[in-house]
Each structure stands twice: as C-alpha cells, then as structure tokens.
C-alpha cells in the first residue's frame, strides 16, 4: 500500500500542471529548513533541508500526503565544496535505489549551468541561470538545448519564492526539479543579484 502511494504521489507530480511556487521562509543559520510547494494556493509537497556548514547537505522531498519520496545528498568530492553553483547531488528514492543526478558545470555562457540525468546516466534537461536581471531567471532547457520553461526568483531577506512556468514537456524527474528548486532557494544570495546601490555625493558651491 506504502509503494502503491508513493508511486501515486510521483505520478500527480509528472502530470501536474505546469505551475507551482516553492517558498522558503527561515531564520538565519537553521539546520533544518522547510520548503514549501503551492499550486493555485494548496500545499503540493515540501523539501526538508538539513545541515549547516558542514561537508554534506541532505534535500528530502515529500509527497502532499507527507510521504518520503527522494532524498539528494550533495557531493563532498567536488568543485561545490567551494561554490554553490558548482554543486553536485545524487538523488535516491525511498528504497535507496538511484534516481539520477544534479551537477553545475564549469564552462557556461552564463553565471550557473546544471545538468539533471536519469538513474542510467542519461542527460534529461538542464537550467541555464540568466545574467541579465535583479531576479534569478532559470531557462529550463531540453537535452536538445530547446527552452521548455522557465524557474523564476525573487529575494527578499532570509524568504524566496520560485515560481516553475514550462511551456512544453519536460524530461526532467519532477521530483528532481522540486530538489532543485529548493537547493537554488537554500543558496538563493549565490543565484539571485542584489540590487545595485549608488550613492550620489553633492557639492553646494558658495557664490560669495
């Protein structure tokens, strides 16, 4: 019965409509951090981070029901342990079987590339993070290098809402974009730019 929801959850998840928000809303230097997912304003799942400042980082999401779907366990060997958009995860569902795979590449024409892969190591998407904008503006790719949809930013403080538009079907694990998306909010100071200040100095001159 357990198996027969979680695949119930994942299939509502791979044919659900192609909008959602996830926000994130804590306080600072939390080792544990809820992410909440809404479509049209009811609760479709969450992502429970935990640790802090420590080697790994461990992203479990669940079903709307609270059913344990897939855990992603970040890479300690790797270029991430320096930059957040360097970062590489494993995913596995809840029988510890492998799902696929998260990573930044090095060489992109923009600030952040990630690639997503399948369990057998086939590449299915990718986000490429815009560099033209305050907001955080992911184009969700096909392997094809085709825009199918867009993952959408805004910042305020330690809260950050994304929001998912996709235009076509994605190849993308749903449950992998959910990840995803909270791992990009959890290090949302790296992919969001913060408005720039200018300070203007003016000089009175005395006509006497």
Known sequence: M??????????????????????KNSSP??????????????????????????????????????AFMVRAINR???????????????IYDEMNGYVGY???????????KFIFTNAAGVET????????????IFTLLSPTNTMVGKLKG???????SW?????????IDPRALKIFTAFISDFHDSFIRKPEIHNHIYIQQNNN
Request: aromatic letters at 16%; a negative charge; glycine letters at 8%.
């Open 29 to 66: 230097l939390s080792y544990y951090v809820e992410f909440n997912c809404f479509k049209d304003n009811t609760p479709n799942g969450s992502v429970i981070r935990s640790g802090l400042f420590t080697p790994r980082y461990y992203y479990d999401l669940y079903s709307p029901e609270k």
């Open 2 to 23: 357990k198996t027969l929801m979680l695949f119930l959850s994942w299939l509502s998840l791979a044919h659900a409509e192609p909008m959602w928000v996830m926000t």
């Open 154 to 160: 805004d910042l305020s403080g330690d809260w950050s």
């Open 76 to 90: 300690v060997i790797s270029l991430g342990f320096f930059a957040p958009n360097q970062m590489e995860f494993d």
């Open 125 to 136: 998407g990718s986000a490429l993070l815009g560099s033209d904008s305050d907001r955080a």
């Open 102 to 112: 998260i990573g930044g590449k090095f060489w992109t024409n923009g600030p952040a």
């Open 163 to 171: 929001k998912l538009d996709l235009q076509q079907p994605l190849e």
